[in-house]
């Protein structure tokens, strides 16, 4: 059963860190593209941030460039977002996203159940 988990969520304080990690099981996920999103209440889930299947390639939303950075360790099956100098706007929940970079259509994608951020102004 293919599972991601994620941890490391929390109430941080604006302008402080947070480490979110999202734990593969299952399968492995070398072929995969994994990506995190966040969503707030009553907002739609938005992109925050991607690795690609190999690791040499990333990307960000606007907001959070340069605050931001995701890394994978693929001997682990893991993904992590390392986040810093959060804002209020940032509060949401945080879930981890897996999609195999070589597979197109249904069934190539999981999502984990998110973890909850909380940033105070």
């Known amino acids: 059963q293919v599972q991601l988990v994620e941890s490391g969520g929390g109430l941080v304080q604006a302008g402080g860190s947070l480490r979110l990690s999202c734990a593969a099981s299952?399968?492995?996920?070398?072929?995969?593209?994994m990506s995190w999103y966040r969503q707030a209440p009553g907002k739609e889930r938005e992109f925050v941030a991607v690795?690609?299947?190999?690791?040499?390639?990333?990307s960000y939303a606007d907001s959070v460039k340069g605050r931001f950075t995701i890394s994978r360790d693929k001997a682990k099956n893991t993904v992590s977002l390392q986040m810093n100098n959060l804002k209020a706007e940032d509060s949401a929940i945080y879930h981890c996203?897996?999609?195999?970079?070589?597979?197109?259509?249904?069934?190539?994608?999981?999502w984990g159940q998110g973890t909850q951020v909380t940033v105070s102004s």
């Open positions: 996203n897996a999609k195999n970079h070589f597979v197109v259509g249904p069934g190539n994608s999981y």
């Open positions: 299952g399968r492995t996920f070398n072929n995969y593209d």
């Open positions: 690795i690609t299947w190999s690791g040499d390639s990333t």
